[in-house]
């Protein structure tokens, strides 16, 4: 198991320093989604729901479901356990592409601007909180290596 910190007094090594950072990743990842998915139970709608809506809300033409797993990174069948409750809800619609009828795409339906509105309003609150204070400088630099380490992982 990585060890959070180093022992008191000791200056962490920069192995320390990479498996902390490691750490803290998943912690705050793992910590974050179930924030949010608390503080949006109200809405009947999770993290990972609302990174469907999200992405294909950008995308009026609809997303073909291959294109939106890379997007949301989940594999295939966990995309499709996610569709299948949107659909339920009538958030999204799946039809078959015009292009290749193998392949499907899947779209928003109007009745899902409200809750992706309220959902975004919720994650700017809830960002808003936990960022406040934080220096703006520290913030930007984490955010720039934070979407070095991803880059490299997308390889």
Request: aromatic share 4%; proline share 3%; with cysteine.
């Amino acid at each position: 198991m990585v060890r959070s910190t180093p022992p008191e007094g000791d200056r962490p090594t920069i192995e320390d320093v990479h498996s902390i950072f490691a750490a803290e990743v998943v912690v705050i990842a793992r910590r974050w989604k179930a924030h949010m998915d608390e503080r949006s139970e109200a809405l009947d709608l999770t993290l990972s729901r609302f990174a469907v809506l999200y992405w294909l809300s950008g995308f009026p033409e609809g997303l073909r479901q291959r294109e939106l797993a890379d997007r949301v990174s989940v594999e295939g069948a966990t995309l499709v356990r996610l569709i299948d409750a949107l659909v339920d809800r009538g958030l999204v619609e799946r039809r078959s592409s015009s292009v290749d009828r193998r392949a499907n795409v899947i779209t928003l339906t109007e009745a899902a601007a409200p809750l992706v509105a309220r959902f975004r309003e919720l994650e700017r609150t809830s960002e808003g909180e936990l960022l406040h204070g934080i220096d703006e400088d520290k913030l930007r630099t984490c955010v720039e290596v934070l979407s070095l380490v991803r880059q490299r992982l997308e390889v």
